[in-house]
């Protein structure tokens, strides 16, 4: 068990806190500020600890220069109206030096601030000692609330969390406590859907799921391949050739694991893949030369929501078509709906999935929607996430 934010006393100290700040932004105004929200337990828990807080985050990728484009300014001006103004932002391109030392040593307890963009340093993406040690002489405590960046081991989270009594903080707890008990003592029965593009960028976490769940429901590009390896024509669609075999292998594995695969029956396709195509649903065995599958078709549609009606616990990362163009979003929306009326845990994976959940209204009917796209699959994969590990042991 790690050490959580709860474990440490903060009263006068100063606390530092990765978290998760890289917003979209465009044109220099926020678009959507849910990681700033995300974070506020925290930073409010230790604000009212009576603790020097002290924020940092990457944002985008300036690749170790200081770069404008990325300054987290427009963030500390939306935290502040979150926080009663209480927010300080320390605009330094080093990010961590003597002045900025200063300024937090003459700061009165409940102080936030918030440092330039970790990236601005080459050393950040390197875990590079000296500037972990830069960032952890401002502090007495690390808190990493930063659960998309868990996976990666940087010196903002990895390099820092051995230099300073160290703790996970509200948010990266219930990614880790909700998800790691999904995946060790889920409550059943278990689905996994996975959608998305490749089967390559999720061999590792059907292989994992095959030894956990008691179904397994695949669509997206993903099921192409799937259904090419079953022997069928699936025309002009997004397929990975040399996975063929591969996805032959895993349909054998679920058999043997006694876990059911299920696969589209029938699929919405088109020429192309534009607002105006036109398109048409078709059974999987119909799938003309010309053609490319979008999305899944109705019957898909009410086949995985029977196969999920009496689930216990369901996972879903991936989107089930190319969602992004109204005419290929029904089986992703459709997913999103069915996984919010059901009685169970329901663990929706960052990114597209993530999107079409928020777009969709439907955040609040989730159990858990994770905030980190990579560092979720990485956990559903069974690794550990190295900005996790270095936390302190209780
Ligand atoms: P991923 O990043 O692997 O989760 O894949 C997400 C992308 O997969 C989205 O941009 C979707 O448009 C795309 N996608 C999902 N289904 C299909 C499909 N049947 N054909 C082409 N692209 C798809």
Redesign the pocket.
Known sequence: MKKTIKDYNYEGKKVIVRCDFNVPLKNGEITDDNRIVAALPTIKYLIEQNAVVILMSHLGRPKGQPNEEYTLFPVAKRLSKLLNDNVHFLKDDRVASDEVKAEIDKAKPGTVFLLENTRFRPEEEKNGEEFAKELASLADYYVNDAFGTSHRAHASNVGVSKLLPSALGFLVQKEVEIMGKAIENPERPFVAIL????VS??IGVINNLLDIVDKIVI??????TFLKAQGKSVGK??VEDDKLELANELLASAKAKNVKLILPMD?VVATE?SDDAEFKTVSVDDISDDV????IGEKSIKEIQSEIADAKTVVW?????????DN?NKGTFAIAESLSKLDAITIVGG???AAAIEKAGLKDAITHVSTG?GASLELLEGKVLPGIAAIADK
């Open positions: 959608g998305g593009a490749k960028d999720k669509v997206g590009a993903m099921a192409n669609s997004l699929v893949i490319m599958a979008l999305d990362n991936g989107p089930a078509g190319v969602f992004e163009i290929f990114g597209d999935s796209g």
